[in-house]
């Protein structure tokens, strides 16, 4: 009787955090990610990289469907809880005690032993749907239990500038698609001009309009603070934990971000990186497809089969522009300007769904098409004569034939 007593005020704590949220945990910005999430199955993953918003949305979710209902629950996997209480059991009497139907466990993969015990609630509670969220997906997609057929992942990325464009002027911008994009950019660039400052907003954005928390600190400082936070965490606390990586090593992984944060975009020589880090070429492999799978770096491969495919990336960028900003602003540098337009490219285009390829006769290749990134001055006699080729550029707000804006790739998502 004294264990279920004591069991009941821990529950409590649980609860009261959970309504504590509802009420201060609402969204400033309704993004597309909430419109579009569907549940598919009765256990989905929300995956994405730290500081995206995965916390708010999990929160939103239940205040959207939810709302006043004893039968929903949001718990945080990393809570002092869960020291002395364990996921299954917690989630056995929110069944039992409020007939629960749903509960978002976020933060799961700071939860030891979580694909077990995620199996164990899957294969045990037949009527109860479970949202969690997890900030690396390399513990999600290597888990040491199979739960692929148990689940749906779903990934959730930081801001596009669409989103960041509707925030700043209040007004509501197109989606487009490659198709529309490619086809048609003349006339969409005619009437997105129109908009204010328009090439401002893309210099905002760059440097700090990805992350949510653009929404509510007021200095860059504060902001850029929060980036070297993120990156920290992740090294520190995700990747240390899941890897046992002594406190050397994950120097090591450090020192690779801010290589990349201050390179010409460019094929990677890891050979000679991994001399310049006194490590091996296989160490150096890892490490870079650690950070890429904890979400702060992005492979572009060319665009082959069979053996050409699994080689060492051909370019390798941080995950987004703001994250190139604020590294290369606390070592005292301004970001490389190539580097800046060609991450941009390559992020709306994954972030949106689509594949991108290195390319040796351009700078990438999507979609069956060839591209060029540069300033308004930029030129190619290979894009000329490229019945699908284009040059994106920069510092334009209508384009002509051959010559796309570079912010339109912006609105693909």
């Not at 520190?236 to 890897?243: A, G, L, T, V």
């Not at 890429?292 to 960028?317: P, S």
């Not at 990134?373 to 894009?383: D, E, M, P, R």
């Amino acid at each position: 009787m004294i264990i279920f007593f004591e069991w009941s005020q821990n529950m409590d704590i649980l609860i009261e955090i959970y309504h504590r949220l509802l009420k201060e945990t609402v969204p400033l910005y309704r993004r597309k990610f909430y419109d579009d999430f569907q549940m598919d199955s009765r256990f989905v993953g929300v995956i994405g990289a730290r500081g995206v918003g995965k916390t708010t949305f999990l929160v939103n979710y239940l205040r959207d469907n939810y709302l006043n209902s004893q039968q929903a629950l949001y718990i945080s996997a990393d809570n002092l809880y869960f020291v002395e209480h364990n996921l299954f059991g917690t989630v056995d009497r929110f069944v039992k005690e409020f007939n629960g139907q749903i509960i978002c466990i976020d933060e799961i993969h700071r939860y030891k032993d979580w694909e077990q015990e995620l199996k164990n609630i899957y294969d045990s509670f037949p009527r109860l749907s479970v949202i969690f969220s997890g900030s690396s997906s390399i513990n999600l997609a290597h888990g040491k239990t199979d739960l692929s057929r148990r689940l749906v992942l779903k990934t959730m990325y930081g801001f596009s500038f669409r989103e960041f464009l509707e925030v700043q002027t209040h007004k509501s911008y197109p989606l487009l698609t490659f198709d529309n994009l490619i086809g048609d950019y003349y006339r969409y660039a005619q009437n997105f001009a129109q908009t204010p400052k328009l090439l401002g907003y893309l210099k905002e954005y760059l440097k700090q309009g990805y992350y949510p928390t653009f929404l509510e600190l007021k200095s860059y400082e504060s902001y850029q603070n929060t980036l070297q936070n993120i990156v920290d965490k992740v090294i520190y606390e995700d990747i240390s934990s899941f890897y046992s990586l002594h406190t050397s090593n994950l120097e090591t992984l450090k020192k690779i971000i801010y290589f990349f944060a201050t390179s010409q975009p460019g094929s990677i020589n890891i050979n000679r990186l991994a001399q310049n880090l006194k490590k091996d070429h296989t160490t150096i492999a890892e490490y870079i497809q650690i950070l890429k799978d904890t979400g702060l770096l992005r492979f572009l491969l060319k665009n082959k089969q069979g053996y050409a495919l699994v080689r060492d990336a051909e370019k390798i960028f941080l995950d987004n522009t703001n994250l190139l900003y604020a590294l290369n602003r606390e070592i005292g540098k301004e970001p490389p300007t190539g580097l800046m337009r060609e991450m941009f490219i390559v992020c709306t285009l994954q972030n949106a769904g689509y594949f991108v390829f290195s390319k040796e006769s351009a700078d990438i290749e999507s979609g069956g098409y060839y591209f060029e990134i540069g300033g308004k001055n930029k030129t190619s006699a290979f894009i000329q004569k490229s019945r699908k080729g284009y040059i994106i550029k920069d510092d334009i707000l209508i384009g002509d034939k051959k010559n796309i804006p570079l912010y339109l790739f912006g609105f693909l998502s």
